[in-house]
């Protein structure tokens, strides 16, 4: 009698469980809804309702919701989902548009050109950040790449050291030292114009702007805020329509985007590997022109 009624309970226990999607549709429990992938509408075969009967609990939208907080707390939300409303109008009412009128303008060679000079004018801040992690083949990668594209590419306009050497970009920024060194986002910001952030690498892009180049020219501050908002636009006139398709796939954007935003800045963080390999390209096959391997484990 006892095993029996052992068994009524498990079983009990299992349907309760993989009912608790359900109960959370229809009002039951106020949950979050799934934000870790871009949710569209498809027809589940038996076998996946079977599947979701049997793991409903694991999957269901309150569990990938507490997954999700443990990535990135938000105690702000109210405040961030005002701010990413303000952001959404002005990307699809005004930068957008605006993106759309350059990209017909300008021809693309001409706006990865200018993209390729705003990504050359900021390699001290790349190259700092690695020096301040002590990654030092990350310090010489974005080095070597300053000086080739400043000379060879024409102070930055076209990327040789990528197209030619295979020499690529490294993607250091002080948030990304911060966390490094093990400091936590803090909680999740969502920044007018600037779009998903945190308290750690918000603080970070202050920092950073101390190595940015322009900060030092002879130039007003409405300049220096035109030349980042140019920057921005041209980006954006070479972005395949990102936003748009988050917007039209994902059950909640903003929960997207801010799961998507905090698993980004953790494998930025979490990856260690470094661009030894700097001449891949179609332009020399030996690694004996790889000036890194001559340093032998000096690096």
Known sequence: MKIRLA??????CLLLLASWPALAANGGIDVEPSVYLAAADTDHDSFADDFDADFGDFNSESTVSQRNERLIADPLQPLNRGVF????????Y??????KGYRFVVPRPARVSVGNFFSNLATPIRAGNAL????????????????????IGVVGLFDPADSYLGVKKVT??????????RVGHGFYLVLP?????????AGGVFVDSYLDPLRYANIKSIEYTGIKLFDAENRLSLDRDTYEGIVRDAIDPYLFIRAAYAQRRAAQIGDDTFNINLFEGPLFDSEFYNPFNWLGTLL
């Open 7 to 12: 068994i009524f309970g498990l079983v009990g």
């Open 85 to 92: 409303w303000l952001n959404d109008k002005l990307y699809f």
């Open 193 to 201: 114009i600037v779009g998903p952030s945190s308290l750690r690498d």
């Open 94 to 99: 005004a930068f957008k548009p605006i993106a």
């Open 132 to 151: 301040l992690q002590f990654k030092f083949r990350d310090f010489g990668t974005e080095s070597y790449r300053f000086v080739v594209n400043t000379t």
């Open 172 to 181: 250091e920024d002080f948030g990304q030292t911060l966390g490094h060194y």
